[in-house]
């Protein structure tokens, strides 16, 4: 895992650097893993975020929306009646290790000052959260361990709490000297990795760490102990070691494309220049590499009821639209029918009652040779020839019927899986709790939901879309569903706002408020960006319709978020996903 001894070194020291001494002015518990502690302090509020589970652990300052449940958990109101008020004292780690401990100063329920720990284990799928005493009793845990669970160090209320085990055979880098490192090194195989020796001699050291220095020594991540030379990998080793003792840190982060890869506490040069980023704190660092893994697990948490239905909705429409496509190809023997019918009729004179199969000529149409084919025709020999006749010509009008009554569902079925892809969209995208609350309503509206037993009424859920302020000040509004949609759209639009809207795909409406002036094209092109992020669309020069919101228009019947327009303009962007971050209004 890349956050690593290292790297929370370098958080506390931020942390440690803003945060002590100020006072705890809220507890939250949004998620079964996840405390957060708003504080304030001399630079004003800020949110400390504890993660202990067993996905994406970590600590640290937090900008992003986190919605809270309607009933707090017991840790939660646990943490509020020990912690409200209290003062962050000290921030320390302990060791080397993944353990950070935030001491609080407080007072107990006789109204005498006393200490509170709360002790943060960055470990993995074993990460936990405890709450003690400052003789460290423990008080509660996020997730207690008992003897059924490990034999080595249980986590119960009353205990007191002990350090985890040690690492068998690894040693604290930032106390390793030269003799000993050398000495480790040069007993090591000689064909196993450079990078693999660090990690398997030194505990605290992500994977990735190794590698950079390793690839510092020798420019090769694959380097082996035997082809490297002991003294240049001490001598980079050391160097960064002694980094992390004087607190010298930088936030790095590495993207594939727009998808962070990777992340530590010092620039990982082992990867192109291109790929590499630093941010002005690890806060923002964090906050950009887990914004959306957490906004995922967020909807997996809370919206696979959600999923579940829109997903079955969409495949019930594509099977309803796959048959009636093939009974409209079946309605095409309407003609051959209305042909048969008017064969008989023609050669009436020739047929009589009895027959069951006859071959006519049809001079309709003519063969290359110049001949005119013969068709087969069966009859029922308990009707008439003209009894026949009208019997395929009903077949016929039959079809005709069919074909233009299956053309209008085709339609509205096709209609229906364009708005159920829409709110697949919406899905994806959902940010908070409310988003999903929205979307929840708008498919209970929908009639593809049922409104569950106590649940908030319609009119108590505001819409809110997202905000936007482009460079010049111009506000952007952008839907996050399609109730939203229609109210940015056709209730806070004024005429000559311009709306926007990626080209052919699903998406969210956006409005950019002119109030009657002509924005400039930086303006313009950033609103059209919001546009194309806010979508399905991917990769580069994006197709962005945009228009006057005067000319959108509702069609009568249709969906939620429908609209038709023929007045419009359309510009290719390329969205950046920081620039529209920045661009956000929080």
Aim: hydrophobic share 35%.
């Amino acid at each position: 895992m890349a956050f690593d001894a290292g790297f929370l070194s370098a958080v506390l020291a931020e942390i440690r650097a803003s945060a002590v001494g100020g006072r705890i002015e809220k507890v939250y518990q949004p998620r079964a893993d996840e405390i957060v502690l708003q504080m304030r302090g001399r630079e004003g509020g800020k949110k400390l975020l504890f993660r202990c589970g067993a996905s994406d652990p970590r600590v640290s300052f937090t900008e992003n929306m986190r919605d809270n449940p309607a009933v707090p958990p017991s840790l939660c109101m646990l943490l509020r009646k020990h912690l409200g008020g209290a003062f962050l004292t000290d921030v320390r780690q302990e060791g080397f290790e993944r353990v950070a401990v935030f001491e609080f100063g407080t007072r107990d329920e006789m109204g005498f000052d006393c200490k509170k720990l709360l002790i943060a284990e960055i470990m993995g799928k074993n990460s936990n959260l405890i709450f003690a005493n400052e003789d460290g009793r423990i008080i509660t845990a996020l997730r207690t361990v008992d003897f059924t669970t490990s034999r080595l160090r249980q986590i119960l209320p009353g205990m007191r709490y002990e350090m985890p085990p040690a690492q068998e055979g690894k040693s604290d880098p930032l106390t390793e000297n030269m003799e000993g490192f050398i000495s480790r090194l040069t007993a090591a195989p000689w064909d196993q990795s450079a990078a693999k020796f660090i990690n398997q001699s030194y505990f605290g050291i992500a994977p990735v760490v190794a590698r950079e220095i390793v690839f510092r020594a020798v420019g090769d991540i694959a380097a082996d102990c035997g082809s490297i030379d002991p003294l240049r990998l001490w001598q980079v080793f050391s160097s960064v070691f002694t980094d992390v003792r004087e607190g010298r840190f930088v936030p790095s982060a590495v993207f594939d494309g727009n998808r962070p890869a990777e992340y530590s506490f010092l620039p990982l040069t082992h990867y192109s220049a291109e790929s590499q980023r630093t941010y002005e704190s690890f806060a923002k660092l964090l906050d950009t590499y887990f914004g959306e893994r957490d906004r995922a697990a967020l909807v997996t948490d809370r919206a696979s009821d959600l999923k579940h239905t829109v997903s079955s909705a969409i495949s019930r429409v594509l099977r309803k639209i796959e048959a009636q496509n093939a009974e409209l190809v079946e309605c095409e023997q309407g003609e051959d029918f209305k042909r048969d019918a008017d064969l008989i009729v023609a050669n009436i004179y020739r047929l009589k009652k009895g027959d069951g199969e006859v071959r006519l000529t049809d001079y309709s149409e003519m063969n290359e040779d110049g001949t005119f084919p013969e068709r087969t025709i069966k009859l029922d020999t308990r009707l008439s020839p003209s009894e026949n006749a009208q019997k395929l010509y009903k077949k016929y009008n039959k079809c005709n019927t069919a074909r233009r009554e299956l053309t209008r569902q085709l339609e509205l079925a096709n209609a229906e899986a364009d708005y159920l892809y829409t709110v697949r969209d919406a899905l994806s995208r959902a940010e908070t709790g409310a988003d999903l609350a929205g979307i929840r309503l708008e498919l209970e509206k929908g009639g593809y939901l049922k409104q569950k037993k106590g649940a908030a009424p319609a009119k108590s859920i505001k819409s809110t879309p997202l905000k936007y302020v482009t460079t010049n000040g111009y506000e952007v509004l952008c839907g996050r569903n399609n109730l939203q949609n229609e109210e940015i759209t056709f209730k806070t639009a004024a005429k000559d706002d311009y709306w926007f809207h990626a080209k052919g795909v699903p998406g969210s409406h956006v409005l950019m408020k002119t109030d009657g002036e002509e924005p400039p094209a930086l303006d313009m092109t950033e609103a059209a960006e919001i546009a194309a992020f806010n979508s399905t669309a991917e990769g580069n020069n994006i197709p962005v319709d945009y228009a006057f919101a005067k000319h959108i228009k509702k069609p009568a019947g249709g969906k939620p978020g429908l609209v038709i327009y023929h007045t419009n303009y359309t510009a290719y962007v390329t969205p950046d996903p920081e620039r529209i971050a920045a661009m956000k209004v929080k």
